[in-house]
Protein backbone atom coordinates (compact mmCIF):
# COMPACT_ATOMS: atom_id res chain seq x y z
CA UNK A 1 0.00 0.00 0.00
CA UNK A 2 1.19 3.49 -0.89
CA UNK A 3 2.30 6.13 1.67
CA UNK A 4 0.03 8.05 4.01
CA UNK A 5 -0.38 11.76 3.52
CA UNK A 6 1.20 11.99 7.34
CA UNK A 7 4.48 9.77 5.73
CA UNK A 8 4.47 11.85 2.73
CA UNK A 9 4.67 15.18 4.37
CA UNK A 10 6.73 13.98 7.38
CA UNK A 11 9.36 12.18 5.27
CA UNK A 12 12.83 14.52 5.26
CA UNK A 13 11.64 15.69 9.15
CA UNK A 14 13.82 13.86 11.67
CA UNK A 15 13.92 14.63 15.33
CA UNK A 16 16.43 12.73 16.84
CA UNK A 17 13.99 9.86 17.92
CA UNK A 18 12.03 7.39 16.79
CA UNK A 19 9.00 8.07 19.80
CA UNK A 20 8.87 11.88 18.35
CA UNK A 21 9.09 10.98 15.06
CA UNK A 22 6.31 8.51 15.57
CA UNK A 23 4.04 10.84 17.94
CA UNK A 24 4.42 13.48 15.50
CA UNK A 25 2.80 11.45 12.83
CA UNK A 26 0.51 10.93 15.00
CA UNK A 27 -0.61 13.99 16.07
CA UNK A 28 -1.14 15.26 12.74
CA UNK A 29 -3.21 12.36 11.94
CA UNK A 30 -5.64 13.62 14.88
CA UNK A 31 -5.18 16.71 13.88
CA UNK A 32 -6.71 15.74 9.74
CA UNK A 33 -9.07 13.30 11.04
CA UNK A 34 -10.55 16.24 12.82
CA UNK A 35 -10.47 19.60 10.79
CA UNK A 36 -12.16 22.62 12.76
CA UNK A 37 -11.73 21.75 15.83
CA UNK A 38 -9.83 22.36 19.03
CA UNK A 39 -6.82 21.25 19.97
CA UNK A 40 -8.36 19.29 23.06
CA UNK A 41 -10.85 17.52 20.91
CA UNK A 42 -8.81 16.71 18.10
CA UNK A 43 -6.48 14.48 20.72
CA UNK A 44 -9.04 12.76 22.59
Known amino acids: M ?6 TETSGCDLGDARLNRRLGAMLEALGDRPGKSLPTAFQ
Open 2 to 7: GQSWVE
